[in-house]
Each structure stands twice: as structure tokens, then as C-alpha cells.
T-cell receptor, first 110, second 115 residues
């Protein structure tokens, strides 16, 4: 089954404690991206990657890092999380015509 | 720059009545347009897309959307609403033939179908 997976699905952490949210896709897509969803703001792109070792900033990259060492994986790294990064995060991969989303990771930073 | 506007934060409709969720967009060139739905505590599910061709696009769960180039709109419609259609709906746009442009989302419209 074609899918995008994310882990963990839920995470509660404290300010400053580094965390990684993993993302993996099994569709051999070159393009992957991360979004955060906040009430009243819709989905905003954090980072995207057009291929292995090629990443670029989206609209709201501050406080986040990503890496793309393999085509299927695109982890999101928060080196020093802060409460304003409390949000619902979605990983996505796409072809030129369709985008597929992971199930989401609900992150709470206290 | 691309942008999407969903002018209504909330739409309420009675079960069995037709529903419309509005979306307007701004993009250079002919757009790729999408609708996604998010049920409570779930991820985003693809509903339908317009790439080219017939302006009326049919999608999942009986939804359809009409592309109107002159009005730069892509409203989501369904002839008869179900309570189970209650969810958060997102319109999205992407410029064509540009591999690195993101899918830009509207802020979402919460649809509430009342029995």
C-alpha cells in the first residue's frame, strides 16, 4: 500500500530537549516536505526536499532542521524546541500531480 | 506568489441540503487546484483535483468542484450533505510546471452538517 508514515504520532516534550520526527514514504517520490498546521492558519510549509541531499526552506523554517540522506526518509529535527512549536505536523511526498500526506504528529512543547 | 482564500471559517448546512465550500486562488498561469478533507484527529485525505480539461471535477464521497478561470474560483460542492461530511476542508493551489513550488493551502473551512 502506498503510504507516508510518521513517528511518533503524539509527543509531549519540554523546552530545549532535542527531538526528531521521522517520515518515510514507499512511493519512490523525489519531492518530500513538512508542514505544520495551526488553527486559523491552515497548513504552512516548513521545509521541502526535491531529492536526496537537496533541501530548502519553506515559509516557516525557523527552529527546524531536516535531512535527506535517503530517498524514502525525510526526518524533521527540532534542536531546541520551544512552546511556539506546539503544533500538528504533517509530512508529505508527491508526484507532479498528487501529494500524499502522513497521518500527522501532534507535538506539545511545555 | 501563490495564494488561496477560503472566505468562510465555518459553514453550517442541514443534512440533505446542498453544500458549497468556497475557494478562490491567485497564481501565475494555469493552476493545479486541490481539495483535501481532514476528519477529527485524522490526517489529510485527498478529495479531488483540477489539472486541465473539464471544468467540473468529480471526486471522492460524492463531492465535486467547479473550476472558474474568470472568477479564479474552485468551489467545492455536494448535492446532498451527510452528517458524516462534517470535517475541516482545505483548498490548495500549485503553479504548474514548476517542480519546487509548494502546494499552498487556504486556512480551512469547517463544515458542520446538522441532522
Amino acid at each position: 500500500e502506498a503510504q507516508v508514515t510518521q513517528n511518533p504520532r503524539y509527543l509531549i516534550t519540554v523546552t530545549g530537549k532535542k527531538l526528531t520526527v521521522t517520515c518515510s514514504q514507499n512511493m519512490n517520490h523525489e519531492y518530500m516536505s513538512w508542514y505544520r498546521q495551526d488553527p486559523g492558519l491552515g497548513l504552512r510549509q516548513i521545509y521541502y526536499s526535491m531529492n536526496v541531499e537537496v533541501t530548502d526552506k519553506g515559509d516557516v523554517p525557523e527552529g527546524y532542521k531536516v535531512s535527506r540522506k535517503e530517498k524514502r526518509n525525510f526526518p524533521l529535527i527540532l534542536e531546541s524546541p520551544s512552546p511556539n512549536q506546539t503544533s500538528l505536523y504533517f509530512c508529505a511526498s508527491r508526484t507532479s500531480l498528487e501529494q500524499y500526506f502522513g497521518p500527522g504528529t501532534r507535538l506539545t512543547v511545555t | 506568489a501563490q495564494s488561496v482564500a477560503q472566505p468562510e471559517d465555518q459553514v453550517n448546512v442541514a443534512e440533505g441540503n446542498p453544500l458549497t465550500v468556497k475557494c478562490t486562488y491567485s497564481v501565475s498561469g494555469n493552476p493545479y487546484l486541490f481539495w483535501y478533507v481532514q476528519y477529527p484527529n485524522r490526517g489529510l485525505q485527498f478529495l479531488l483535483k483540477y489539472i486541465t480539461g473539464d471544468n467540473l471535477v468529480k471526486g471522492s464521497y460524492g463531492f465535486e468542484a467547479e473550476f472558474n478561470k474568470s472568477q479564479t474560483s474552485f468551489h467545492l460542492k455536494k448535492p446532498s450533505a451527510l452528517v458524516s461530511d462534517s470535517a475541516l476542508y482545505f483548498c490548495a493551489v500549485r503553479a504548474p510546471n514548476s517542480g519546487n513550488t509548494p502546494l499552498v493551502f487556504g486556512k480551512g473551512t469547517r463544515l458542520s452538517v446538522i441532522a
